[in-house]
């Protein structure tokens, strides 16, 4: 694949946009436009993810930190200071990203890795939890509004339409940049830094700079999941921001879908909400059904399809071509 | 330059009560295959450590081309040409044999591209051309040692730190890699090598230094060291060289 040409590497990406683009104009019913924006939305998060557990397999179960903070500063800047809803997004940005540097510094220097990491991620997303709950300057327990002024300049649409295909922009401009990530020695040096970090470190990568810039990059993108989750419904509270479900989602999406593939996120993120939906309407109203689907579906994919969606497909498709072959 | 490429000057290592290494010093010349043998336990694989910088020395510098590396990390001393092989194999088991070795390649060229070129050639001459697009898990272990040299190879190194490249191979196999290490050592690698294969050991190395219990007891040529008393006892017991002498004398 890191061989192939420009076309091959990225022509792929921009025909499943280009397709998944054409969705409103299929449809205008709402209720499937909300539910793609959400599914999009948890596939920017799981990209995000994807990152540093998919292709540096350090694997975070704490990934609201980043997504929360991509959020409340989004939020905040606009409610309490007035900043343009633009300006605050690329902010939310920077400090998810800020906030991924300085907790990549501190736990991977003290060299933690795989549960303990994971533990330590929890609990820095737990912290901000509590806080933003209990601070006055977040809103508390009541959260933070974004005054409802719908006009382009200020990031709010008065079309759910308009929302999709910002947030399928914001989709494929991941992919494309995570593609272009796989065919550079940053890549390169991550995904050795997840096979083996001794045998990386004694060909010369400075492990502990490729963990920290990775996760820095892995939380601008949740933040900017953060960001955009702020803009769509105009109000954040500490269990939205930094609660275990957007943990959840976004290691979820990627194992299910495919981890270290550029169109993991996506796959594994329109697969479980399809899935989700689907439960909804067959099982009605029991509250927590879709979490039970998920976390069996998490056991199958885990057992039956290490690789993912994308890894069992190619599978499947191996086999077929096996079984044509003389 | 003058002098020698690498030099260790009284390394002590110590893990808690243990002294793994006791005042250890040895030199590496240019452009030579420099053994470090000795029995089981002897310190080797540490002192090995300690010249990569996975370990820190408790007393005692290396220098390399005259400059004290002191604390300087792994992948600092890689940049400066010292580049170092695993006993125990750790190849990326996902990656293929080609990504496997451009990481390697990727030290000195940015260019994945370039990258990826220089280790297809490294990869011909340690004789991996035809398994370019494996899988590094589906390599026997010849293969994943010849893979291991590749990799340590493409970071283009002045200094190469082999450890028991040859360990677990069988005879024909060894008798295969032997020459690609003196091809290497040819093409201007200096290599210092942990190795218990003797067979090895007497046919490459120029120079040999021998440790037990963390000391150096003996350096020479391989003839030299397999004939001193103090070798012998190190490997096979006090007083196992005069018994040997003594049977050697019955027998006339």
């Known amino acids: 694949m890191s061989r192939s040409g420009p076309v091959a590497a990225y022509g792929p990406i921009l025909a499943v946009a280009l397709l998944l683009a054409m969705l409103p104009v299929a449809t205008s019913a709402n209720t499937i436009l909300n539910s793609m924006v959400m599914a999009l939305l948890i596939a920017l998060a799981g990209q995000g993810w994807n990152i ?51 907790l990549g510094y501190l736990s991977f220097r003290s060299g933690l890795r795989g549960s303990y990491f994971a533990l330590v991620t929890l609990a820095f997303a737990e912290v901000f939890r509590i806080l933003a709950n209990a601070t006055a300057f977040t809103g508390g327990a009541a959260g933070t509004l974004v005054k409802l002024d719908v006009r382009p300049e200020n990031f709010q649409f008065s079309s759910r339409a308009v929302f999709f295909w910002i947030a399928l922009g914001l989709v494929t401009a991941v992919m494309l940049g995570v593609r272009f990530m796989e065919r550079s020695r940053f890549g390169a040096w991550l995904v050795a830094v997840r096979e083996n970090e001794d045998a990386a470190r004694a060909l010369g990568v400075d492990t502990l700079k490729v963990k920290i810039q990775a996760i820095t990059l892995s939380a601008g993108v949740t933040a900017a999941a953060g960001g955009f989750y702020v803009q769509y419904f105009l109000f954040i509270d500490a269990n939205l921001a930094y609660g275990t479900w957007i943990s959840i989602e976004a290691l979820l999406v990627p194992i299910v879908g495919g981890l270290g593939t550029v169109f993991g996120p996506l796959i594994g993120a329109v697969a479980l909400h399809g899935l989700a939906e689907a439960t909804k309407a067959i099982a009605g109203r029991i509250p927590g059904i879709d979490l039970a689907l998920y976390g069996s579906l998490l056991v199958l994919a885990i057992a039956f399809a290490p690789n993912g969606l994308q890894g069992l497909m190619a599978k499947i498709g191996r086999g077929l071509s096996f079984g044509r072959a003389p | 330059m003058s002098g020698p490429l690498l030099s260790v000057e009284g390394a002590s290592k110590r893990f808690g009560g243990l002294l793994a290494v006791d005042g250890a010093s040895f030199t590496v010349e240019r452009g030579s295959i420099t053994g470090l ?10 002192l090995f450590t300690l010249v990569a910088g996975f370990e820190t020395l408790t007393a005692g ?12 990390p792994p992948h600092e001393r890689a940049k400066r040409g010292i580049t170092r092989t695993f006993q125990i194999v750790q190849p990326f088991a996902g990656l293929t044999v080609r990504e496997n070795i451009a990481v390697g390649a990727h030290l000195r060229h940015a260019a994945r591209g370039e990258a990826l070129a220089r280790a297809e050639a490294v990869a011909k001459r340690v004789g991996l051309g035809d398994r370019l697009d494996q899988p590094a898990s589906g ?64 046919s490459l190395c120029d120079r040999v230094f021998v440790l037990a219990q963390g000391r150096i007891i003996a350096q020479g040529t391989p003839t030299e060291v397999t004939r001193d008393p103090a070798v012998v006892e190190a490997y096979l017991g006090h007083g196992a060289a005069a018994r040997l002498a003594s049977r050697e004398v019955a027998r006339g």
């Open chain 2, 139 to 202: 390599l026997t272990v010849a293969g994943r040692k010849r893979l291991e040299l590749a990799r340590a190879l493409a970071t283009e190194p002045t200094l190469l730190l082999l450890d028991e490249v040859l360990a677990g191979l069988n005879p024909s196999e060894v008798r295969d890699i032997v020459p690609v290490i003196r091809e290497i050592r040819d093409g201007g690698v200096t290599i210092l090598m942990v190795e218990h294969v003797m067979q090895a050991v007497m």
């Open chain 1, 52 to 102: 540093l557990g998919g292709y540096g397999g350090q694997f975070s179960f704490g990934h609201a930190v980043f997504f929360g903070t991509g959020a409340y500063v989004t939020a905040l800047l606009q409610a309490r200071f007035g900043v343009n809803a633009y300006v605050a997004f690329a902010a939310g940005i920077a400090a998810g990203a800020m906030v991924g540097t300085i």
């Open chain 2, 61 to 72: 510098t290396v220098c390399f081309k005259g400059d004290d590396l002191g604390r300087m």
């Open chain 2, 37 to 46: 043998i000795g029995p089981n336990g002897a310190g080797k694989t540490t």
